[in-house]
C-alpha cells in the first residue's frame, strides 16, 4: 500500500487514529505534574491558615487530647447536623442506640453514664477519627475501609454535641413521643 493510501486510511478510521506522536505534545511540557517527584518541602516557620493542627498517630494516643473547640451553640448545631448524617444511623437519632441496625452492629446507647461520664473528650475524637471495633473511622481510611468524611473541627464539633445536648436532645424527643 502506498504512503498515501494509509494516511487516507487513517483518515477514513478517526478511532484508530487517535495516538499519533503529536496528540500528547500539548501535556509533555517541561512543567512538575501532580504527583511526579519529590514534593517541596514547605519554608520553614511556614504556619497552616485553616485547620487545626493534630499529632496523634492512633487512637490510644487522643485519650488526654484537649478539646479546642468551643461548645458553642453554632458548634452544637453543627455537630448536631454531622450526628444524623453519619452517627444516627447505627446509634439512633436521639443517641439511644435504638435504630433499625443499632442492635444488629451491636452500637451502643450514647447517652449513658458510660460514654458521658467515662469516656474523655479526646477519646470521643479518636474513637471517630480511628473507628473502633466494628464501628468505622470518619478522620483516616484505614486497611479495614472507613473514610477521612469529616475534618478534624468537624469532628470536635460531634464531640461537643454528644457531651452537650445529646441527652437533652434524647429526654425532649421521649417526652414528645408520650
Ligand atoms: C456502622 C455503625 C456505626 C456508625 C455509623 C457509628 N458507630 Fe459508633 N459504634 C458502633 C458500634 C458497633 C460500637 C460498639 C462496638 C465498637 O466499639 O466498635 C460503637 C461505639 C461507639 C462509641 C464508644 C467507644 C468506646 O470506647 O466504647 C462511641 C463514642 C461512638 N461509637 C460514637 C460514634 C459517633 C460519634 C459516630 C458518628 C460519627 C458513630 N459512632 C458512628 C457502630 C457505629
Same mark, same amino acid.
Given at each position: 500500500?502506498?504512503?498515501?493510501?494509509?494516511?487516507?486510511?487513517?483518515?477514513?478510521?478517526?478511532?484508530?487514529?487517535?495516538?499519533?506522536?503529536?496528540?500528547?505534545?500539548?501535556?509533555? !511540557?517541561?512543567?512538575?505534574?501532580?504527583?511526579?517527584?519529590?514534593?517541596?518541602?514547605?519554608? #520553614?516557620?511556614? &504556619?497552616?491558615?485553616?485547620?487545626?493542627?493534630? =499529632?496523634?498517630? +492512633?487512637?490510644?494516643?487522643?485519650?488526654?487530647?484537649?478539646?479546642? &473547640?468551643?461548645?458553642?451553640?453554632?458548634? =452544637?448545631?453543627?455537630?448536631? +447536623?454531622? *450526628?444524623?448524617? *453519619?452517627?444516627?444511623?447505627? $446509634?439512633?437519632?436521639?443517641?439511644?442506640?435504638? #435504630?433499625?441496625?443499632?442492635?444488629?452492629?451491636?452500637?451502643?446507647?450514647?447517652?449513658?453514664? *458510660?460514654? !458521658? +461520664?467515662?469516656?474523655?473528650?479526646?477519646?470521643?475524637?479518636?474513637?471517630?477519627?480511628?473507628? #473502633?471495633?466494628?464501628?468505622?473511622?470518619?478522620?483516616?481510611?484505614?486497611?479495614?475501609?472507613?473514610? +477521612?468524611?469529616?475534618? &478534624?473541627?468537624?469532628?470536635? $464539633?460531634?464531640?461537643? *454535641?454528644?457531651? $452537650?445536648?445529646?441527652?437533652?436532645? @434524647?429526654?425532649?424527643?421521649? &417526652?414528645? @413521643?408520650?
Amino acid at each position: 500500500m502506498k504512503k498515501t493510501s494509509l494516511i487516507f486510511a487513517a483518515l477514513l478510521a478517526p478511532g484508530a487514529a487517535l495516538a499519533w506522536p503529536w496528540s500528547t505534545d500539548m501535556m509533555n !511540557q517541561p512543567s512538575i505534574k501532580p504527583q511526579e517527584g519529590v514534593m517541596t518541602p514547605f519554608p #520553614s516557620r511556614s &504556619v497552616p491558615v485553616t485547620g487545626i493542627p493534630t =499529632i496523634v498517630a +492512633n487512637r490510644e494516643e487522643t485519650r488526654g487530647m484537649v478539646n479546642p &473547640v468551643d461548645a458553642s451553640e453554632a458548634s =452544637i448545631k453543627q455537630g448536631r +447536623n454531622l *450526628y444524623m448524617i *453519619y452517627c444516627a444511623v447505627c $446509634h439512633g437519632r436521639t443517641g439511644k442506640a435504638d #435504630s433499625p441496625v443499632s442492635s444488629k452492629v451491636g452500637a451502643i446507647d450514647l447517652t449513658d453514664a *458510660y460514654v !458521658q +461520664n467515662d469516656l474523655s473528650e479526646g477519646w470521643l475524637w479518636g474513637t471517630i477519627t480511628f473507628g #473502633s471495633y466494628v464501628m468505622p473511622s470518619y478522620g483516616v481510611v484505614t486497611e479495614e475501609g472507613g473514610s +477521612n468524611d469529616l475534618s &478534624v473541627e468537624e469532628r470536635w $464539633h460531634v464531640v461537643n *454535641y454528644i457531651k $452537650h445536648a445529646l441527652v437533652e436532645d @434524647a429526654a425532649a424527643a421521649a &417526652v414528645a @413521643a408520650k
